[in-house]
């Protein structure tokens, strides 16, 4: 157990729907980071967030919105969605910025489009 | 900006055979160099992390990985494969920006045969 938690684990819903994924860091972790692991992309480094602040954005969609709560807990909003966003995405998180912190990982949530 | 490659995107071993899964990694600066797993329908585990410090570097599960800066080179290695260690490695650099975000490889799947 990581101490990152994710919910919901799995989740299917239609095309054009929107959706909410929630991430809890572990204990007195600051950064979040968010990946998206598909199987023709791989994992994919989606945002991270720093205390609350955007600190970092790689290769998030539009459509695909996040942010880090005061209690730095933080969510991943997915609307409008393809077929494509069906995904493991993972959260994760550090106890700072990086600087070779160890990054752990949640155990993902599984969304299916359909 | 950093990338790293893996050789090999399925490896086969037999059990107490030696494990060796190769990542070659691209960065301009000196690197943070991780190595994860990925178990069937689980999250990232970290394995074993280079930050600098001794360039070779002893993990969970009796895995360990070398740092070799000549060969641009973090491969991982195991003396004896164990049936439990099938699953997917991730080996991943991190981003030295003010993110520190991790940028992974495609995933080297390994099998083992009883």
């Known amino acids: 157990d990581s101490g990152v938690t994710q919910t919901p684990k799995h989740l299917i819903t239609a095309t054009g729907q929107r959706v909410t994924l929630r991430c809890s860091p572990r204990s007195g972790d600051l950064s979040v980071y968010w990946y998206q692991q598909s199987l023709d992309q791989g994992l994919q480094f989606l945002i991270q967030y720093y205390n609350g602040e955007e600190r970092a954005k790689g290769n998030i969609l539009e459509r695909f919105s996040a942010q880090q709560f005061p209690d730095l807990h933080s969510e991943l909003n997915l609307s409008s969605l393809e077929l494509g966003d069906s995904a493991l995405y993972f959260c994760?998180?550090?106890w700072g910025q990086g600087d070779g912190n160890t990054i752990y990982f949640g155990e993902g949530s599984w969304l299916t489009v359909v | 900006a950093q990338s790293v490659t893996q050789l090999g995107s399925h490896v086969s071993v037999s059990e107490g055979a030696l494990v060796l899964l190769r990542c070659n990694y691209s960065?301009?600066?000196?690197?943070?160099l991780f190595w994860y797993v990925q178990y069937p329908n689980q999250g990232l585990q970290l394995l074993l992390k280079y930050t600098s410090a001794a360039t070779l570097v002893k993990g969970i599960n009796g895995f360990e990985a070398e740092f070799k800066k000549s060969e641009t080179s973090f491969h991982l290695t195991k003396p004896s494969a164990h049936m439990s260690d099938a699953a997917e490695y991730f080996c991943a650099v991190s981003e030295r920006d003010s993110s520190y975000k991790l940028i992974f490889g495609s995933g080297t799947r390994l099998l083992v045969r009883p």
């Open positions: 960065s301009s600066v000196p690197p943070y």
């Open positions: 994760a998180s550090s």
